[in-house]
Every structure is written in C-alpha cells, then in structure tokens.
T-cell receptor, first 115, second 117 residues
C-alpha cells in the first residue's frame, strides 16, 4: 500500500497524559500537513512541513502541541498534558510540489479520545 | 467570515438519480483552487475533483462534475447516477495560492449524503 498511513488509528488516554501520533506520507511527497477534525466539522489546518522544515503553524496549535519531520519523511505530532477538548480526529495529508492544483492525499486519521 | 460555506447539512437522493451539493466560497486571492472530498464512515478523506480559478471549463471526473460559477463564488458538486456507495460526508475545500506558504486547505462543514435504494 503506497498511500498515507497513520498510527495508531485510535488512542484513548486520560487527561494530563502525553500522546504521540505518527504519519508516513507517500514516499516522494515533499509537503506534509496535519489537520484536526472535530465531530460535525470539516478538518482544520494545524501545521505544514516542506521537507523537514516546519513552515507554518495555525493558531490552533497551542504550545502543548509539537510536530516534527526529522528527515523529511515521516512526521510525529505530540500533544502534552492532554485536555478533553483535544478529543478529535487527527488527519495527516501529503502532496507533491507547489502547484496549487496538486491534491492532498489524506491518511485514515488517528482518533483521539481524552477521558 | 467563513471561507467555505456548505448550507446543506444533509441531503437525500434516490439511487440512480443526480444530486447537487452546494458550496460557496470567499476569497480575495485571484489564484485559488477548489476541491471536493468524500469522507465515508471509515474516516478517510477521498479526493473527488478539482477546479482552478483560471480554468475555463467546468471540471469533470467520471460521475462527478463541478458547476463552477466564478462571479457567484460557487462551486457546486454534481453527482450523476447516484449509487448506494455514494452515501458519505462530502466536503468542499479551497486553497489560496498566494496567501501562505502552506497552501493548506480550508474546509466547509460538510454535507451528509444518503442514497436511498
């Protein structure tokens, strides 16, 4: 399977714990995005990497959130001291090049539940 | 202001009939792209169709076509010959080419389509 993969698919944690999600984009894609989707809403942009550089962060990305893409391949999203409001689906997407027509390919998402 | 507005929370269509899902957008960027994605209950976002702001023709992809009315800032999705497998959430999204490095997508709130046998 050469699509975008995300692990884990589901994560249940207690409030205050740290969690980390992983995204493996399509191998030749240089652009990687993280989005968050809450119930009944469309995905909202969190952050963007071009190769290993994190070039843009949304205001939604509080200082409890950190993302990395150490070698320009896979990416991790860590949430520290989780809160119940962090419960959502976290989607990763990748794309190639800078043409605005390039579609973003999405992974299956990681569903986070904070108890 | 919302960049993408989808006013239909839910739509029903009879199998084999056509259905139109509405989408209006708001941008001052002259260069932008409009996308439609399908999200089945499994959660994965599936790309359906793309329309660029400078494209002269309406985009078509199989049973999907995009009714692009630039002056009205609308980009409605038309699904012809609906199938039971078309039942899903449908999201309209926009990318503004000039605004940011990221070219991230702005999504609407979605329309839940149910195909009735």
């Amino acid at each position: 399977d050469t699509g975008v993969s995300q692990n884990p698919r589901h994560k249940i944690t207690k409030r205050g714990q740290n969690v980390t999600f992983r995204c493996d984009p399509i191998s030749e894609h240089n652009r990687l995005y993280w989005y968050r989707q809450t119930l009944g809403q469309g995905p909202e942009f969190l952050t963007y990497f071009q190769n290993e550089a994190q070039l843009e962060k949304s205001r939604l990305l509080s200082d409890r959130f950190s993302a990395e893409r150490p070698k320009g391949s896979f990416s991790t999203l860590e949430i520290q001291r989780t809160e119940q409001g962090d419960s959502a689906m976290y989607l990763c997407a990748s794309s190639l090049g800078q043409d605005s027509s390039n579609e973003q390919f999405f992974g299956p998402g990681t569903r986070l539940t904070v108890l | 202001a919302q960049k993408i507005t989808q006013t239909q929370p839910g739509m029903f269509v009879q199998e084999k009939e056509a259905v139109t899902l509405d989408c209006t957008y708001d941008t001052s960027d002259p260069s932008y792209g409009l996308f439609w994605y399908k999200q089945p209950s499994s959660g994965e976002m599936i790309f359906l169709i793309y329309q660029g702001s400078y494209d002269q023709q309406n985009a078509t992809e199989g049973r999907y076509s995009l009714n692009f009315q630039k002056a009205r800032k609308s980009a409605n999705l038309v699904i012809s010959a609906s199938q039971l497998g078309d039942s899903a959430m449908y999201f309209c999204a926009m990318r503004e080419a000039s605004v940011s490095w990221a070219n991230n997508l702005f999504f609407g709130t979605g329309t839940r389509l149910t195909v009735i046998p």
